[in-house]
């Protein structure tokens, strides 16, 4: 990961030991980096990996839904649809902000902004 904050775009990242995940309810505490602009948390798959083994092990964490879709183009770029259920159960409007970020190789976050 570069120093450059993928969220303010200030190159403010540094190494940190406490950064802090939530995950239904339950913090953990893992290596990664923070950005001294915004302070917004990042950490790398391999963390991400050994919080979801342990949270996994504690039963907190479930399966992933992995449903397969595929992209479509528009004039404007890739589009990927959202389920209709996903959409209702998450109280989906449309018009909703969405952050999207990059993790690893092949994986896509998307994050519903607030």
Known sequence: MKNECPMCEKESLTE???????VEGHFFVVKGKRCASCGEEFVSEKEGQ???????????????????????????????????????????????????????????LVEIGS
């Open 16 to 22: 940190v030991d406490d950064a802090v995940l939530e």
């Open 50 to 108: 050994k919080m979801i083994e342990i949270a996994r092990r504690l039963g907190i964490w479930g399966e992933p839904l992995k449903l397969h879709r595929k992209l479509s183009q528009s004039a404007r770029g890739t589009v990927l649809r959202i389920p209709t259920d996903i959409e209702k159960s998450m109280k989906l409007k449309g018009n909703d902000e969405v952050l999207i970020s990059k993790i690893g190789r092949n994986k896509l």
